[in-house]
């Protein structure tokens, strides 16, 4: 119980972020991805399903990217994930090495100070556009 009071205690002020979005249910946090490297990226958010049902992040999609992926880490010899399982009243935290959208096949290099927009799309509460602010780390 100490754990998920502290993981939505950290979830919270993100969510009140210079960008946040809800939909239906799921609250999105501010959104972040790291400079491209060799034509890819990875991006982050934290998200926080408000409802009584379990929903899930099925895909990501960025229009000058070939490809993504839902991953748990950056083990890329092992298969993607389907989705992101969000269980209610549970934050979902994302972040380097650990869960992440992994944008892949970039159209164009992406540094610092850059900002995309990413569409995500839910099993239950379906798509949203966000933007995602490319950043060197967490909290710039």
């Known amino acids: 119980m100490k754990r998920r ?3 939505l205690l950290a979830l919270l ?3 009140a ?3 946040s979005y809800k939909l239906g249910d799921i609250a999105i946090g501010h959104a972040w991805g790291l400079p491209s490297k060799d ?3 990875q991006i982050f958010m934290p998200l926080f399903n408000s409802g009584k049902t379990t929903d899930s992040l099925v895909s990501a999609t960025y229009e000058f990217a070939k490809s993504s992926e839902l991953r748990t880490n ?6 993607a994930q389907t ?3 969000l269980a209610p009243k549970k934050p979902f935290p994302m972040r380097p090495t650990a869960h ?4 892949m096949g970039l159209a164009k290099p992406l ?3 850059d900002r995309i927009s990413v569409t995500l799309k839910f099993a239950m509460a379906g798509e949203t556009n966000i933007e995602v602010h490319i950043q060197d780390k967490a909290g710039e």
């Open 5 to 7: 009071t502290f993981l």
């Open 13 to 15: 002020p993100s969510l």
């Open 17 to 19: 972020y210079a960008h």
């Open 39 to 41: 034509g890819e990226t």
């Open 74 to 79: 950056n083990d890329y010899s092992r298969p």
């Open 83 to 85: 989705g992101f399982e």
């Open 100 to 103: 992440h959208i992994r944008l």
């Open 111 to 113: 540094t610092s100070g």
